[in-house]
């Protein structure tokens, strides 16, 4: 079975796609789920090259998930080619999308692809991730981000059976 390819993508990949990217990778290993490929990107160039934001790695740390070696990177158009779910943090994530994937790939995804969708969608709740470089607030983005990660994997795990 050909695995499934997961892109988390928030704005500077140092806090939201990071904490989803280590979480969801957890949560498989944890279940022993296999045949999932599990990274993220951000939509801006701001903050290529660093690692995850330190409140955001020792929210991560404080659950016994490491993270280090991780640094930020822009999504590209071959990772839109590559991935098969392009999972965003946020509504601005999709509008800064219009500058990363062709035009003609842009208008699909805004007509709803399907390979395009924001992490809350995944579990019924029509919200944005909460953004703690704005709160501060790493717990609610904790909470948002295991909510979002179990809802990928009972959806496309049921998918798979």
Known sequence: MEKVKILFVCHGNICRSPMA????????????????????AATSTEEIGNPVYPPARRMLNSHGIDCSGKHARQMTMRDYEYYDYIVLMDRSNLRNLRWILSPDVYEKESTKS?????????AGKNRDVADPWYT???????????????AIINKLTTQRR
């Open 21 to 40: 990217e280590f979480v969801m990778k957890r949560k498989l290993a944890s279940a022993g789920i296999e045949g999932f490929e599990v990274e993220s």
């Open 114 to 122: 399907g390979k395009v969708s924001l992490l809350m969608d995944w």
């Open 136 to 150: 501060g607030d790493f717990q609610a983005t904790w909470d948002d981000v295991n909510e979002g990660c179990d």
